[in-house]
């Protein structure tokens, strides 16, 4: 009877501590010629950046620019599509950044 009961204290202490650990702000490690980017959406939409969709699928995703010129100023257009209790939802934001920057 004591078996289980370890196994349980074992295995609920391992998804504390993972948790804590996922949880943790870190930094993100940005090339200086690439710009960072993380986006929290529903599991289900399709995210498409400028006229281009992705193929990333989870709640969060990550993607990184091609090479660009250090010191510069871009923006990139993020369009998200997604279902909402049957209903069709598409939210757009035009990020703004520098090259070296991590945007969530």
Do not use: H
Request: glycine share 8%; proline share 8%.
């Amino acid at each position: 009877m004591r078996r289980p009961t370890v196994m349980l204290l074992a295995g609920a202490l391992t998804c504390l501590l993972a948790g804590a650990l996922l949880a943790q702000p870190g930094t993100i490690n940005v090339p200086p010629d690439r710009a960072i980017f993380i986006v929290r959406v529903p599991a289900d939409a399709v995210v498409t950046i400028g006229d281009q969709p992705t193929k990333q699928t989870g709640t969060e995703r990550m993607f990184t620019t091609q090479p660009l010129a250090p010191g510069s100023s871009y923006a990139y257009d993020f369009v998200v599509t997604w279902k909402d209790k049957g209903e069709g939802k598409t939210t757009k934001r035009t990020v703004k950044f520098q090259t070296g920057q991590a945007k969530v």
